[in-house]
């Protein structure tokens, strides 16, 4: 597992699933720091995901983000430089945006996956390292473009 703080977001339809992944990562004795640690009623994904994205990208930790699909947090995650933010919904997902594409956010959807995909879906991300290698090159390459750089 990692020894890395992560860094825990939701909104109101990611609350919950965050609330007992919690509970797993505290299991594990892996520390976290929550940025959204009460529920809001109607809040909105892209305010969270925005903040908890710049938190990732400054620090260097890895994130945890949860919406109710998943995709909305990923999306405005994204946009923020320096973040690689996947959706997952399987184990082997989990396992190849961390082994190919080094992601650093993993996005869950609490309205379609349940309890305990969602923690089969965290262990293996947590556990899963980036195999470097040509996998770097390309990674690198999403880094240079969006630093201005030629790819
Ligand atoms: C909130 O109702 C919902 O739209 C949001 O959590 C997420 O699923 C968006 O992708």
Request: proline share 3%; net charge positive.
């Amino acid at each position: 597992m990692v020894k890395e703080k992560i860094v825990l977001a939701a909104d109101h339809a990611g609350f919950e699933l965050k609330e007992k992944l919690k509970k797993v990562l505290e299991q594990n004795e892996i520390a976290f720091e929550d940025l959204s640690p009460k529920f809001v009623d109607g809040d909105d994904y892209p305010d969270i995901a925005f903040i908890a994205a710049q938190r990732v990208a400054r620090s260097k930790l890895m994130g945890v983000f949860i919406c109710g699909t998943g995709y909305g947090m990923c999306t405005a995650a994204n946009k923020v430089k320096g973040i690689r933010a996947t959706p997952v919904y399987d184990e082997k997902m989990a396992r190849i945006s961390r082994q190919d594409n080094d992601a650093n956010v993993l996005c869950l959807g609490a309205r379609l996956t349940d309890e305990k995909t969602a923690v089969v879906i965290l262990k293996t991300w947590l556990n899963t390292r980036f195999l470097e290698g040509r996998h770097a090159r390309r990674v690198d390459k999403i880094k240079r473009f969006e630093g201005g750089l030629p790819i």
